[in-house]
């Protein structure tokens, strides 16, 4: 006899299967949320001290040379992140790690704006930076593991929310320290940091002492693939092409302002183009996903993201203030490699286990090499002068990008070359 509809949904298995249901929607916008709002923070405090340096120099007192070592603070704190986060992981799982980044850069951000020194400053920026630099780590094997199905369509959006907090903070910078300080200018962000903890205090709320919050939204439990990352030319690619994308990019938006003010650009348009390089990120965050979802080797785009870069730094060593915006849209297109690395680090694993050691090598191997970018970049300038050398800098970081991108753009997985 066949069951009728009244009936079939009174029975408890379907009750249960009704249940499970709902857990796995509830339990993934949950942490949907909580990943866009971790993604909006991951860069704020990066762009929106870089307009502000040389004022915040004449008031604090620190001179242009340290403008410097502020900016190889972003990629040695992600550097370290990326070292030491995967065993954070291991200890109190994805979930609580994020939460406690999420506070570290809530808390760095808000102290660092009211300190009076410059070793203060330097020691809360990298706290700030610290927790930012954890979430670089966390987020795509949390993608992983909660959206295995959409991972191209969930990654495109928190790239893009982490261009976008990159974006805001250097058009913002400069205006509102004029209205207000630039102590609120950079204070404020530290809001956004402490707003995106509380979407992962619902998580754990939900998680009840669980290693996982719903079975129902991971995928199957598998045996943890043993290897030594670092074996593997994949990982090696990745930290190559993720290394020089970051020096590059770094370097420019620590020294992008001081280009332009040589050039005879005042300080606010400076900080404008900053977020027109930021802006344009955008653009590569919508697409870069897509483009290594669908392509088995996306090597090309890379090398089209080279000449970007090459016209660029042509540009703005020749005649920076002929087409500015030209230039800077230019330079802006060249890290388009930055989301192709992010979505990589997912392509090319099969388990959250290998995603999680992918992309910690790849972090805090890239992000080790990256920390030199600013500093060295601004070495050779005091040195020659001038902006040659500094440029030669970049365009050799470039040729190892591709170098990376060879190796890492192959259409093989991390798992099969580790062992």
Request: include cysteine; aromatic fraction near 10%.
């Amino acid at each position: 006899m066949t069951a009728t509809l009244p009936e079939i949904e009174t029975r408890p298995e379907y009750v249960r299967a009704e249940r499970r249901k709902r857990a796995l929607t509830e339990g993934r916008l949950l942490v949907l949320a909580a990943i866009v709002m971790s993604a909006l923070t991951l860069r704020v405090a990066v762009t929106a001290f870089s307009p502000l340096a040389e004022r915040i120099g004449a008031d604090i007192g620190y001179s242009t040379a340290v403008i410097g070592v502020f900016g190889m603070i972003p990629t040695l704190m992600f550097a370290v992140s990326g070292l030491l986060t995967p065993l954070f992981v291991r200890r109190i799982g994805l979930e609580r790690t994020a939460l406690v980044a999420m506070l570290m850069a809530g808390l760095g951000m808000l102290i660092r704006a009211v300190v009076g020194g410059t070793a203060e400053l330097l020691i809360f920026s990298a706290l700030a930076l610290g927790g930012m630099g954890i979430g670089n780590v966390v987020i795509p094997p949390l993608v992983k593991r909660y959206f295995p199905d959409r991972l191209a369509v969930v990654s495109s959006l928190y790239i893009t929310m982490v261009q976008l907090g990159t974006v805001v903070p250097a058009l913002i910078a400069v205006p509102v320290a004029e209205a207000h300080g630039w102590r609120i200018s950079l204070g404020l962000w530290a809001i956004l940091g402490f707003a995106a903890a509380l979407p992962w205090l619902g998580v754990l709320r939900d998680r009840r002492g669980h290693d996982r919050i719903d079975s129902t939204a991971l995928p199957p439990r598998t045996q943890e693939p043993k290897g030594k990352v670092w074996r593997s030319p994949v990982a090696w690619g990745m930290a190559g092409m993720f290394g020089m994308t970051s020096l590059t990019t770094y370097a420019m938006f620590t020294w992008l302002p001081k280009i332009l003010s040589e050039a005879g650009a005042s300080a606010a348009f400076g900080g404008t183009m900053v977020g027109v390089f930021a802006l344009v990120g955008l653009v590569s965050a919508l697409t870069a996903p897509t483009v290594v979802a669908r392509f088995r080797n996306p090597f090309p785009f890379v090398v089209g993201c080279a000449v970007f870069f090459f016209t660029a730094f042509a540009g703005l060593l020749i005649a920076p203030m002929s087409a500015p915006l030209l230039w800077v849209v230019l330079l802006g297109l060249g890290p388009s490699t930055f989301p192709m690395a992010l979505t990589l680090i997912n392509m090319r694993t099969r388990t959250p286990q290998g995603s999680a050691a992918l992309s910690g090598f790849t972090q805090g191997v890239g992000y080790a090499v990256a920390c030199v970018g600013p500093v060295l970049f601004g070495m050779l300038h005091d040195a020659t002068d001038g902006w040659s050398a500094p440029f030669a800098m970049l365009v050799v970081a470039v040729l190892v990008l591709l170098i990376g991108a060879w190796q890492a753009c192959k259409p093989r997985m991390l798992e099969d070359t580790w062992k």
